[in-house]
């Protein structure tokens, strides 16, 4: 899952140069009249494995980490009231927040001297914990006291800082579940970077497609709180990033085998820094199958 490329080519692949593979994303496969059938694939798999700041923004140690950093996940959930708390099918504690549309952990971001500069690329997020929210009531999202989010465009969490964690925070945050699970042109709007007539109306048929997988997946759940269950992205790498491009592989081990019995399952996600902070170029419209984690992938509380 390794793939590197440079941005560009097409906006609603992941126009990046990975041998081809990629450039035959959800553009060229919607110009071609065949989005619901890799839709249907592609999200029945997602089923099945169950699956902005800027880097001049001022942050005072508080933010930038010492919240964060000297403390556990647990010991930063401890400062917020919450409606209810569970843990996943894998253990990872996940929190219902009151209101349902999130709790922000930090109103600001740590600062980088540079958004490209070795300390961002290198950053992991840090006082990180799981949120079953409004956008996502099946697939929780991760919220941090160091890179965000730091606030909301309508239900969406926005405010991430301009770094490698920032990043992985915003791919978790915008992945393809939880974009299409329930997909509106509003909520396509505000993840996307150039959304186009195009655009939102491939959205709207990967929503389509998003209910017939479920339907023949046999799946009814609506909240994981009240008929879960809940199951959070075990881990990410950062296969490429430059400060204006960042390209995050997301993994998740299955609640049940793959299609072809394998547990764990990756997810590609595309990213682009614009005047709103990062938003998404493209989804690698092929999730991996994987008998196990890679070697190198991060854990978000760790």
Known sequence: M???????ENEWGSGVDDGGRTGRGFGRIVAAGFVAVVI?????LFIAGRFGGDDSTDASGDAAGGAGGAVSSGQVAERFEWADRKADVNGQMVYKPEPRRGQILSDRVRSYPSASGPEASSSKPQGVIFQSIDIAKLTPVPFSTSDGPTGFDGDVPIGYSR?????ALAA???NTPIVFSDASPEKS????ANPTTDQLEAARQLGEGWKIAAEQEGESKVDGFLDGPLNALDGYIINSYDGSYARVT???KALKPTPSGKPIVAAVVDLTWTD???KVKGYDPEPAELDAFPEGMLSWTS
Do not use: M
């Open 2 to 8: 390794s793939r590197t490329g440079n941005a560009g």
């Open 172 to 174: 978790a945050a915008y």
């Open 163 to 167: 770094s490698a964690a920032g990043a």
């Open 276 to 278: 709103a902070g990062w």
């Open 40 to 44: 249907v694939a592609a999200v029945a």
């Open 189 to 192: 709007r505000k993840i996307l």
């Open 250 to 252: 997301l993994f998740d």
